[in-house]
C-alpha cells in the first residue's frame, strides 16, 4: 500500500533533500513564517495607505465591500473541504490513497467553486445591490466573480501545500502575490483610480502566484499512482465533510463576525449608498494600522499551538492552562503599549501621511483601536479548548458575538452612524473574549484578575490619548512592582526565560569577536 505513493513518508521525509517535496522542520517554518510575514505585512500597508492618497473614500469602500466579500465567499463556495487538507491529506497518503484523495478533492472543488462564480454572474444584479446597496455595478460584479474564481484556486493550493508542509513554497507564493497585488494595482490606479482596476489586479496576482506553484509541485505530483484498491465513495466523503462542516461553520462565522458591521452600514445606516460606501472607506482607513496588531496576534497563536498541543498530549494541562494565560497577559499588555503609541501617532497619519482625507477613520480610531486589540486577544485566548479539542464549544463566542454584533449595530447605527458601528463591533468582540475566557475557565484554564484587568484596560484608549498613556503607566507600574498583574510565578518564570535567553545568546557573541579577527 505505501508503494503507491512516491511522496516522502513523515519518518522520512526531511531525509531526501533533493526532492522538491521534502518537508520543512519546526524550527525552519517559524523562521520563514516569520521573516516573509514581516516583508508581506510591510509590502501591504505601504499598498494600503497609497490605496488611501489616490482614492476618496467611496471608491475605498467600493474595494472595502469586494474585498470582504471575496475572502467570506471563498471559502464558503468549497464548503470548507480544503480545509480538511491539513487533517486528511497525510492520513490517507499513508495509506496509499493520496491519488484518490487529490482527485476527489480535486474535483469537488472545480464543481463547487464553478457554481459558486456561476452564482454570482447570475444574480449579478441582486449581488451589487448586497454589496454596494444599488444594482447598477454588475460589470463590477462580473469582475469580482472572475476574482473569486482566482482566489479559490490560490486558497485551495495554498491549504494543499501547508498540508505537505511546504512552507518555504507557501511563504514565497503568498510573497509574490502580495508583491504582484502591490505593482499590478499601483500601476492601474496610476492610469484609471477605479475599483475594477484593484479587483483585477487582485485576481490576477492570485491566479499568477498559483500558476508558479504549479509549475514546482506539478512534476512530482504527476508521480503519485493510482492505489491497487479501490477506496468507495461512502467510506471517503462521510468522514471527510463531516470534519470540513466544522471547519465550514468556523471560518463562516469568523468572516461573517468580520464583515457584518460594514453590511450593517450599507443596508441598515438609512443612508444612501455612496454616502454609505464613503463611511465604509472611513472605517477601512481607521483599520489599517490597528490590523497590523491583529496579525501579529494570529501569527503568535498560530506558533504557540504546537508548543501547547504538545504539552497538553505529554499530560501537562495545567502548565498549558497557565501558560497560555500569562501569554494573553502578556500580548494584552503589548498591544495596549503599541495602541497607545499608534494613538500618539495618528494625527500625523490622517493630516499629513493621508492629506486630511480621512477624518471621518480618524475620530474613530479609538475604538477601532480597542476592538483590534480584544480580537488578537481573541486569537490568542481560543487555543486553549483547541487543545482540548473542544472546537464546537469554542465556536459558541463568535456565534454570540456576530448576533451581540447585529444587535448593537441596528441599536447604535442609526442614532451615532459609523461610530455606533464601530463601537458595536468592539463591545461584541470584548463580550466574545470574556466568553470564551469564561468557557476556557471552565475547561481548566487558569485565569486571574491581572488577566482580566488587562482584557479591559483597552477601553482607556477611547477616552483618549491623555488617558490612554496614563492607564498604561499604572499598570506598567503594577505589572513590575506588585503582584496584581503578574503573580510571583508568572515573574519568576519570565525571569528564568530572560536568564536562559542570555545564556544561549551569550556564546554567539563571545564568537563573533574571534571570528572577524579570523577573517
Not at 533533500?17 to 514581516?38: G, N, Q
Not at 494543499?160 to 503568498?174: G, H
Not at 503589548?334 to 475620530?363: Q, T
Not at 480580537?375 to 458575538?401: D, K
Request: with cysteine; aromatic share 12%; hydrophobic share 50%.
Amino acid at each position: 500500500m505505501m508503494a503507491n505513493s512516491t511522496l516522502p513518508t513523515a519518518d522520512n521525509s526531511g531525509k531526501d533533500k533533493s526532492s522538491r517535496l521534502h518537508t520543512d522542520t519546526l524550527a525552519s517554518s517559524v523562521v520563514i513564517l516569520l521573516f516573509v510575514t514581516v516583508i508581506q505585512r510591510t509590502v501591504g500597508f505601504g499598498r494600503g495607505m497609497l490605496f488611501c492618497r489616490w482614492l476618496d473614500p467611496e471608491t475605498l469602500g467600493q474595494w472595502e465591500m469586494a474585498y470582504s466579500f471575496l475572502l467570506f465567499a471563498a471559502p464558503l463556495a468549497v464548503l470548507g473541504v480544503p480545509g480538511s487538507f491539513g487533517r486528511y491529506l497525510e492520513h490517507y497518503r499513508q495509506r496509499g490513497h493520496l491519488h484518490t484523495f487529490l482527485q476527489r478533492t480535486t474535483a469537488w472543488t472545480v464543481f463547487s467553486g464553478s457554481l459558486a462564480v456561476g452564482l454570482v454572474i447570475w444574480f449579478a444584479p441582486q449581488f451589487s445591490q448586497l454589496l454596494f446597496g444599488s444594482d447598477d455595478r454588475t460589470r463590477l460584479i462580473y469582475g469580482i466573480a472572475i476574482c473569486l474564481a482566482a482566489i479559490i484556486i490560490h486558497h485551495t493550493l495554498t491549504s494543499l501545500l501547508v498540508a505537505l508542509r511546504l512552507f518555504r513554497v507557501v511563504s514565497v507564493m503568498n510573497f509574490l502575490q502580495s508583491l504582484m497585488f502591490a505593482g499590478f494595482a499601483l500601476g492601474f490606479l496610476s492610469m484609471n483610480s477605479s475599483v475594477e482596476s484593484i479587483v483585477i489586479s487582485y485576481g490576477t496576482a492570485c491566479l499568477l502566484a498559483s500558476l508558479g506553484a504549479i509549475c514546482w509541485i506539478w512534476p512530482a505530483l504527476k508521480e503519485v499512482k493510482p492505489p491497487t484498491d479501490r477506496l468507495s465513495q461512502f467510506d471517503f466523503w462521510p468522514r471527510l465533510l463531516r470534519f470540513a462542516f466544522f471547519v465550514w461553520v468556523t471560518n463562516l462565522l469568523i468572516n461573517f463576525f468580520a464583515v457584518v458591521d460594514r453590511y450593517m452600514i450599507v443596508h441598515y445606516s438609512g443612508m444612501a449608498s455612496s454616502e454609505a460606501l464613503e463611511q465604509v472607506g472611513y472605517y477601512h482607513s481607521s483599520q489599517m494600522v490597528p490590523l497590523l496588531l491583529v496579525s501579529v496576534a494570529d501569527l503568535l497563536g498560530g506558533i504557540i499551538m504546537p508548543h501547547l498541543s504538545r504539552d497538553w498530549e505529554a499530560g501537562r494541562r495545567e502548565q498549558v492552562g497557565k501558560q497560555l494565560n500569562l501569554f494573553v497577559k502578556l500580548t494584552s499588555l503589548g498591544m495596549l503599549a503599541m495602541g497607545v503609541c499608534i494613538l500618539l501617532f495618528s494625527p500625523f497619519l490622517f493630516e499629513v501621511v493621508l492629506a486630511g482625507k480621512y477624518s471621518g477613520g480618524l475620530s474613530v480610531l479609538p475604538w477601532t483601536l480597542a476592538g483590534c486589540i480584544w480580537y488578537g486577544s481573541y486569537l490568542i485566548a481560543r487555543n486553549y479548548l483547541w487543545c482540548a479539542e473542544r472546537t464546537r464549544l469554542a465556536a459558541m463566542p463568535l456565534a454570540f458575538g456576530v448576533l451581540l454584533n447585529i444587535l448593537l449595530n441596528l441599536l447604535l447605527l442609526p442614532l451615532w452612524g459609523l461610530q455606533g458601528a464601530v463601537i458595536a463591533t468592539s463591545v461584541s468582540t470584548l463580550v466574545t473574549l470574556a466568553v470564551i475566557l469564561f468557557l476556557s475557565y471552565r475547561n481548566g484554564m487558569r485565569v486571574d484578575s491581572g488577566t482580566w484587568l488587562l482584557v479591559i484596560s483597552p477601553l482607556a484608549l477611547t477616552a483618549g490619548a491623555t488617558t490612554a498613556i496614563a492607564t498604561l503607566a499604572v499598570i506598567l507600574i503594577a505589572t513590575f512592582s506588585t503582584h496584581l498583574i503578574l503573580t510571583l510565578e508568572e515573574r519568576t518564570q519570565m525571569r528564568d526565560l530572560f536568564e536562559q535567553g542570555l545564556t544561549k545568546l551569550k556564546p554567539w557573541f563571545q564568537r563573533r569577536p574571534s571570528a572577524s579577527g579570523t577573517a
